[in-house]
């Protein structure tokens, strides 16, 4: 039988390693180029063995889904494992390697493909986002809950991936601007985060890996945000393929915005 983990043990876990093991690498970083060029550090590997160690240590029976498997194993595991934990050692890894201090660690524990605990820690910042599902996500222990009465999209600050979305919606997004201003961070689990807290208010991804969201949704959603991929569907599933993401702060922002995408798309 599954002990299920506790999220406070979780959060001691991800800042001790991330603290021990990516901060004292950061401006000191030997980077290699994946065979999907991506970015991959020497932080990467340690982090995530280091984490894997931990979790093993615990909770023996839980396997974890990384990313160097290959999508067979992967696959396999989000099929027929009951719980599952989903990790990123170093999201934003291309930030890290260049000196930029926007990085962070994020882990997930799936159920049955849901996420019921997310952590999202920023070692630069040290600023621990957390949320398990259906009671509510934090920021330092402190609750975090978005504003619910802002519905115009030009009052607000959007986090848009436009190299990641198809290019006439790229164009259309940049020339018209329904927002006040846009930002791209290069962490998507960061971004996830921020829009968590408030600091943006709308967000627009093409592409995003389960490891990129699973934690991030989570605490979003716990925040009260809205979100769903382009079609309005779900952004959580249980399939390994990239998921596009539409969110905002509260449900009317969230209407408004999908609706201008879906208008400018068609």
């Known amino acids: 039988m599954t002990i299920t983990p ?18 004292p690498r950061f401006t000191h970083v030997s980077a290699s180029t994946k065979t999907d060029g991506s970015v991959v550090t020497e932080a990467d590997l340690i982090t995530q063995q ?20 290959s999508a067979a194993e992967q696959q396999h595991l989000l099929n027929t494992a009951d719980y599952l934990w989903c990790l990123d050692p170093l999201d934003g890894t291309t930030n890290f390697a260049s000196g930029v201090p926007v990085f962070c ?8 493909g849901q996420a019921m605990l997310g952590i999202i820690y920023d070692p630069i910042k040290q600023e621990c986002f957390a949320a398990e599902y259906g009671k509510g996500a934090t920021l330092n222990g402190q609750p975090l809950m978005l504003d619910h009465t802002g519905t115009d999209l030009s009052e607000c600050i959007a986090g848009i991936d436009l190299k990641r979305l198809d290019s006439d919606l790229a164009s259309r997004v ?24 408030g600091r943006i208010q709308l967000y627009l991804h093409g592409g995003q890996k389960l490891w990129d969201y699973m934690a991030g949704q989570l ?10 991929d382009l079609e309005g569907a779900p952004v959580a599933t249980q399939k390994l393929l990239a998921r596009s993401v539409v969110a905002a702060a509260n449900q009317q922002l969230f209407d408004n915005w999908l609706g201008w995408i879906q208008e400018k798309k068609q």
């Open 6 to 23: 506790q999220l406070k043990d979780l959060m001691a876990i991800i800042i001790r390693i991330s603290d021990a093991e990516i901060l």
């Open 50 to 69: 280091c984490i894997i160690d931990a979790l093993h240590k615990e909770w023996p029976d839980i396997p974890l889904l990384g990313e160097e498997m």
């Open 105 to 112: 660690t994020s882990l997930a524990l799936l159920h049955q």
């Open 174 to 197: 940049a020339i018209m601007q329904p927002f006040r201003s846009q930002r791209n961070f290069g962490s998507g689990a960061l971004d996830w985060a921020w829009l968590a807290c």
């Open 219 to 228: 605490i979003f959603r716990e925040a009260g945000g809205h979100c769903s």
